[in-house]
């Protein structure tokens, strides 16, 4: 279970590192059931990214993976075409990333949505990391 004073950690942790790359993003902290723990829209974030970043942290704790990673099953010629369409809508590109406790228990999911792809995975990344390091302090 994630906490909520761990959910703020990781807002905190990903306000931090887009503030570092000069970019207004939306964070969306689910835990592990797939319910909103946390959210923050930073001031100028784009409005269409608000539910992108909540379906990249649903896409990855409904599938225990990064949501990039799910492409792989939906995109054309792919096993399951048209899986990104299930589950009210998946995310299956960077930015959502499962969050997982020191037992390897997954706890929850982090979700950002705002700048590119690869900016926006930078960003989640930044909180997971705080995560994990405030994990290994506790």
């Known amino acids: 279970m994630i906490t909520l004073h761990q959910a703020r950690t ?41 539910d992108v970043a909540t379906r990249k942290a649903t896409t990855a704790v409904l599938f225990n993976t990064r949501s990039e990673a799910i492409w792989e099953y939906c995109k054309p010629g792919a096993p399951a075409p048209g899986l990104e369409l299930t589950n009210g809508g998946l995310a299956p590109f960077g930015g959502g990333i499962p969050l997982h406790d020191s037992r390897t228990n997954l706890v929850g999911a982090v979700g950002v949505s705002g700048g590119t792809v690869a900016q926006d995975v930078e960003i989640a990344s ?4 705080a995560f994990i390091a405030k994990q290994e302090t506790t």
């Open 10 to 50: 990781l807002v905190a942790a990903a306000e931090a590192k887009a503030d570092d790359l000069g970019i207004a993003v939306n964070i969306a902290i689910l835990d592990g059931g797939g319910h909103l723990k946390a959210f923050s829209r930073m001031d100028g974030a784009v409005l269409g990214s608000i």
């Open 126 to 129: 930044a909180a997971v990391a």
